[in-house]
């Protein structure tokens, strides 16, 4: 079964501060990896795209990497504000290209001013 | 360049009932999914399709059904409602499949 993990469900760092959040999936055979923000009774804001071919993917503050053979993503984001407040999903697409994403449970930030 | 737009944004209903859903892409994007968000299952995929065709489907029962028209927009449709399709239902669109998917804000439907 293709599942997705994010993990730490929750996270509270102080302003300024670097963090990393982390997402696993089981299955290595993806299409591409995407990351959201969702705030709260939001929609969801696409942040970064990767596809299955690249190894990280870089906008602003934020920097996502992709290890395929460790079925494994990381998204870098520097210098932390209370407005990155948010949940912060991850999903993926399998089987080519298709628009159906298996999401992750979520990291829900909060970054204290 | 307008986002993706949802309509109604909220929406009550009776069990029983039937509710159509509609969603407007990004001008230019043909490819346009549907997703169920709730606090228990987190978000589930429910359809995706591209020119007017469904091209995936999730592992919901037949009650729920889609359908995409020629100028790319998409409703969703539920029916005989159950209180367990409480839920946000978010549409996304992108320009071809397998492309970036930009979310819009969701219907909030609650059956009571």
């Known amino acids: 079964k293709q599942e997705v993990t994010q993990i730490p469900a929750a996270l509270s760092v102080p302003e300024g501060e670097n963090l990393v959040l982390n997402c696993s999936f089981t299955d290595s055979a993806i299409y591409n990896l995407q990351w959201f923000r969702q705030d709260p009774g939001k929609g969801l804001t696409s942040l970064l795209l990767?596809?299955?071919?690249?190894r990280e993917q870089t906008s602003g503050r934020l920097n996502a990497s992709l290890d395929k053979s460790s079925g494994r993503s990381t998204l870098y984001i520097a210098a932390s504000q209370p407005g990155d407040s948010a949940t912060y999903l991850c999903a993926v697409s399998y089987g080519g290209a298709t628009n159906k994403l298996i999401f992750g449970t979520g990291t829900l930030l909060a970054v204290q001013p | 360049k307008a986002g993706v737009t949802q309509t109604p944004r909220y929406l009550i209903k009776t069990r029983g009932q039937q509710v159509t859903l509609s969603c407007s892409p990004i001008?230019?994007?043909?490819?346009v999914s549907w997703y169920q968000q709730t606090p228990g299952q987190g978000l589930q995929f429910l359809f995706e399709y591209f020119s007017e065709t469904q091209r995936n489907k999730g592992n919901f029962p037949g009650r729920f059904s889609g359908r995409q028209f020629s100028n790319s927009r998409s409703e969703m449709n539920v029916s005989t409602l159950e209180l367990g399709d409480s839920a946000l239902y978010l549409c996304?669109?992108?320009?071809?499949?397998?492309?970036?998917?930009?979310f819009g804000p969701g219907t909030r439907l609650t059956v009571t």
């Open positions: 996304a669109s992108s320009k071809e499949r397998g492309h970036e998917q930009y």
């Open positions: 990767i596809q299955s071919s690249q």
């Open positions: 001008s230019g994007h043909r490819s």
